[in-house]
């Protein structure tokens, strides 16, 4: 097994599939327990700001399958491989401050 392999299976499963379940379970399921220091009363619409949270954490790990993906096929580079990672991990963050300003 090479270290291209290696690292799309640490990328998808250390990374990738927890995020889809999460985002999963608290998008569509609306197992909002797993918000950390979910406390319904302060927000306006608790569910749709679960829904965008949990579609933000949900995008987060299809965009880490797609860009494990790409460098298993080697269509990136470490360096691209980095930035996308680090583009990617923002995606979470729009959504928790269009979340917070919308729902809070």
Known sequence: ???LTLGFIFI???G??????????IAVKQQRKWIAGWDESRFTHPIAYANLLGAGVLALGVILAVIGFAWLRQLVDETGLSIAIL???LVPLACVAIANKKYR
């Open 1 to 3: 097994m090479n270290e």
């Open 12 to 14: 998808v499963f250390g």
């Open 16 to 25: 990738a599939l927890p995020c889809i379940v999460i985002g999963f379970l």
């Open 87 to 89: 583009i990617a991990s």
